[in-house]
């Protein structure tokens, strides 16, 4: 079916506020990223999930970010009380498998903080 | 954990030339080394991958290289084309790694001169 998708494509949001970002990723891959991507910049890796297990929160950036994997499915980032630092695209990607198998992107979120 | 170097982080190549982009890893369990590319505003495409049973691998104007040795792989792009301009990601996959499974380089902002 479909690639990964992301949801909503595009978000301005008021500093101070909390935003739920969203990943449907394809049918039938375990693995899971979260990247963010500052203009200009490379993939700084959020978190990591593998089916069920717990995920791998090693690179968020604070305590104001978290992120939940529903079912082993869809996965939601939310970012509570935004900065203007928190401005940029962020990117799923899933994989068939933990490592060794390709990673499929969705288009990103652009999240912009006013 | 993994760590991925890539250099260098811009190349300017005059339209025709070659292009090469350099990827070193560190952990020698990684097995799967995909090439990614960002075209301005696009989510990341797999270009080529290789897996560490080889050490190189062509498909038409693009070639991989890896030396395990070394623990390093590169990328060369012949006759090169505008459409060739972007940012390329290099990446190193730990199998069964978890956050691990799959790092990515800064990325190379490879640009072609008319």
């Known amino acids: 079916g479909a690639g990964v998708s992301q949801s909503p494509s595009n978000k301005v949001t008021e500093k101070g506020k909390d935003v739920e970002l969203r990943c449907d990723p394809i049918s039938g891959h375990t693995a899971l990223y979260w990247y963010r991507q500052s203009l200009g910049q490379g993939l700084e890796f959020l978190i990591y999930f593998q089916g069920n297990s717990a995920p791998d929160k090693s690179g968020l950036p604070s305590d104001r970010f978290s992120a939940e994997r529903t079912g082993g499915s869809v996965s939601t980032l939310t970012i509570q009380r935004t900065q203007q630092e928190d401005s940029a695209v962020y990117l799923c990607?899933?994989?068939?498998?933990?490592?060794?198998?390709?990673?499929?992107f969705g288009q990103g979120t652009r999240l912009t903080v006013v | 954990g993994e760590n991925v170097e890539q250099h260098p982080s811009t190349l300017s190549v005059q339209e025709g030339d070659s292009a090469v982009i350099k990827c070193t890893y560190s952990d020698s369990a990684s097995n799967y080394f995909p090439w990614y590319k960002q075209e301005l505003g696009k989510r990341p495409q797999l270009i080529i991958d290789i897996r560490s049973n080889v050490g190189e691998k062509k498909d038409q104007r693009i070639a991989v290289t890896l030396n395990k040795t070394a623990k390093h792989f590169s990328l060369h792009i012949t006759e090169t084309q505008p459409e060739d301009s972007a940012v390329y990601f290099c990446a190193a996959s730990v199998p069964g790694g978890g956050a691990d499974g799959l790092t990515f380089g800064k990325g190379t902002h490879l640009i072609i001169q008319p």
């Open positions: 990607a899933s994989s068939w498998n933990s490592g060794g198998t390709e990673a499929f």
